[in-house]
């Protein structure tokens, strides 16, 4: 069907004049390649999801066109589309490898920085394997994406990754969100064949990320970073790489307190404070480890760690408080404050 065809059932389904509609019979015609079937089966989807309804305040059919743009495709219309890959300008080809590398989507940004061809990627939206809304390009379906990466031959997929790697890493510093798409590349080709240098490199790389998702208070992604930069780590970690080791084990044990792991939690104390070579290097840890005792009600246990490290700081607390000691330090407190 021509998009004047679709333009005409929709315009007839949604008893709409045909002006109305023709941008939303746009969309659909772009969805469904005009296949009377799948445009049938879209609009009951979009339907469904509440995208295309009748407003009794309007008594007329409503819709949101950018909601509907965003809509995935059928998985028929799936088949329709990766049955053409063959047919497709090799340029356009090598392309879609690069950005189905990356993920489900990509924005504008992303694409400059890694050079690729703006003129490609509207010929994927032509093609309707990709759709754009506003600064962003996206993969029509994930099978679509999925299907594009299987076509990359598997000797090449990490050579791949590290490749896209590589070129972010020229534009990651001071850019939180290229750093984390950078550390995502090299960790989708990590491997046993990687050499002790490359090792510490992508570890401290994957320690970065995790401030960065910690700051996003992306818990979850920051966890996945962490425990990649603690498997990179390499053996006699402490001895070799102890600055390291310490940053990362101590942001696994905050991550694990802020998201109520305590096994995790305590693991990682107990690896800190085994191996920290100062006072001040197991402060941080201290601390937390006097919240994971509260937190278990283990009040007494708490309290008697925060009067050690307060006496190791030179603040020395009596065993024994008395009614004495408590008066004359609000005494000595209201002292202090008068003064300000």
Not at 270 to 284: G, Q, T, Y
Request: hydrophobic share 40%; glycine share 4%; proline share 2%.
């Amino acid at each position: 069907l021509t998009e004047k065809d679709v333009n005409a059932m929709i315009s007839k389904w949604l008893c709409l004049p045909a002006r109305y509609t023709s941008d939303l019979s746009d969309i659909i015609h772009s969805k469904t390649r005009g296949n009377p079937f799948f445009v049938n089966q879209f609009t009951k989807s979009i339907i469904e999801n509440k995208l295309l309804k009748f407003s009794v305040k309007c008594r007329r059919w409503i819709w949101d066109d950018v909601s509907i743009e965003m809509q995935m495709i059928s998985e028929d219309v799936v088949k329709l589309l990766t049955a053409r890959f063959s047919q497709l300008p090799s340029a356009l080809m090598a392309t879609l490898k690069i950005v189905a590398c990356l993920g489900s989507q990509v924005d504008e940004c992303t694409i400059d920085l890694l050079s690729l061809y703006h003129d490609q990627m509207q010929l994927a939206v032509e093609e309707c394997i990709m759709e754009k809304a506003g600064p962003l390009y996206q993969f029509v379906h994930h099978a679509i994406q999925e299907a594009i990466y299987d076509l990359i031959p598997k000797e090449n997929v990490k050579l791949m990754h590290k490749n896209i790697y590589e070129n972010l890493r020229k534009h990651a510093i001071g850019n939180p969100d290229v750093y984390l798409l950078m550390v995502d590349q090299i960790n989708m080709c990590l491997d046993e064949s990687i050499g002790s240098d490359e090792c510490l490199q992508y570890s401290q790389d994957n320690a970065t990320a995790a401030k960065f998702a910690i700051a996003a208070s992306s818990l979850e992604q920051a966890r996945i970073y962490i425990d990649a930069g603690i498997q990179l780590l390499g053996e006699s970690h402490w001895e070799r790489q102890y600055p390291l080791s310490l940053d990362l084990f101590e942001m696994s044990a905050s991550v694990s307190c802020m998201s109520g792991d305590t096994v995790t939690m305590s693991t990682c104390l107990d690896e800190i404070l085994a191996n920290v070579r100062s006072f001040d290097d197991s402060l941080k840890a201290s601390s937390l480890l006097v919240k994971l005792l509260a937190s278990g009600a283990n009040f007494t246990s708490a309290i008697d760690n925060c009067v050690g490290i307060l006496s190791k700081l030179g603040e020395n607390f009596p065993v024994e408080i008395s009614s004495s000691h408590v008066i004359n330090e609000l005494s000595l407190a209201k002292g202090t404050l008068s003064n300000i």
